[in-house]
């Protein structure tokens, strides 16, 4: 496994491959990777011939207050598990590599409806980091598959809509959240809950299948969100949204809609949890 920093280098090692009608699966991180981005490696392996996996913790997309600074940094640890993955390349660029004039000279990729609500809201000038970063990493790749968990739901809806409305010849692949056992989605930020909260984090995945279930049984939207909003509560967090949404648009969902997805994020002590459950509503 190759590690690169430059994107001179990173070209060179893909236009190798890429010569010798390899097909190249990308997997963009930022790191501090766990089970759910060890299966994004390991769905990569099967999209393609090389698997390239960028770590770069993105500051255009962390507003002032957040935690840019403590997100965790652990390139050798990061390395064992993609080397033992079957990672073929790692892409580790500095800011000033990424960013050469600056964050506040870079072009900016920005994704109008999708990214406003929800996260977007929450976290203005998020999805236009992330949006710029991923349009900038399949620039530097050209991969012809890319890999994100659909955790980040509304972050895959963003780069679907980019990669279409941009005409970047990118095959998208959402893969399923990973959770544990006791159905917390695996997340980076999970290191930052002591033991007592991440027993209590638990619960956010309950009421996300508790809320599914009282959608199917025909419950209104508005009295499912209440429900959740108040059992959310019952534990600890500080819900910031909790939203039945139309699972394509992300806005909030008609009770005609039938393609469902339920976005959620909250807080839990000082971190900010997300998570979503895809639903179906039958007539
Ligand atoms: O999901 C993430 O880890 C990041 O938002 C991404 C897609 C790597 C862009 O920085």
Not at 26 to 37: C, D, I
Not at 74 to 85: I, V
Not at 105 to 111: E, W
Not at 143 to 149: Q, R
Request: proline share 4%.
């Amino acid at each position: 496994m190759e590690l690169i920093h430059r994107i001179k280098d990173l070209r060179h090692f893909v236009q190798s491959h890429r010569s010798a009608g390899k097909r190249i699966a990308l997997v963009p991180t930022m790191g501090n990777l766990h089970a759910g981005h060890i299966r994004l490696v390991e769905e990569a392996r099967r999209h393609g011939d090389i698997v390239v996996c960028t770590i770069f913790v993105n500051p255009m997309q962390f507003g002032p207050n957040e935690d840019l600074d403590a997100y965790p940094r652990t390139l050798d640890a990061d390395m064992t598990k993609l080397r033992k993955a079957g990672c073929d390349c790692v892409f580790a660029p500095t800011v000033a590599e990424v960013y050469p004039h600056g964050l506040h000279q870079q072009t900016v990729v920005s994704v109008p409806g999708i990214s406003a609500r929800h996260c977007g809201a929450s976290r203005p000038g998020h999805f236009d980091g992330v949006a710029t970063v991923v349009s900038k990493l399949f620039n530097m790749v050209e991969p012809d598959t890319a890999l994100f968990g659909l955790k980040d739901y509304q972050q895959f809806m963003v780069i679907t809509r980019m990669v279409a409305d941009l005409c970047i010849p990118v095959q998208l692949v959402g893969v399923e959240t990973q959770r544990e056992e006791s159905g917390l989605a695996l997340s980076s930020r999970n290191g930052y809950l002591s033991a007592d909260e991440k027993q209590r984090a638990s619960t956010l995945f309950q009421v996300l299948q508790h809320s599914a279930e009282q959608l199917l049984a025909g419950d209104a939207n508005a009295d499912v969100e209440a429900k959740a909003l108040t059992a959310l509560q019952a534990v600890g967090f500080r819900p910031d949204y909790f939203t039945v949404c139309h699972a394509q648009t992300l806005e909030p969902a008609s009770h005609s809609d039938h393609d469902l997805v339920i976005l959620a994020a909250a807080w839990m002590g000082k971190t900010r949890l997300i998570d979503n459950i895809r639903v179906q509503r039958n007539d």
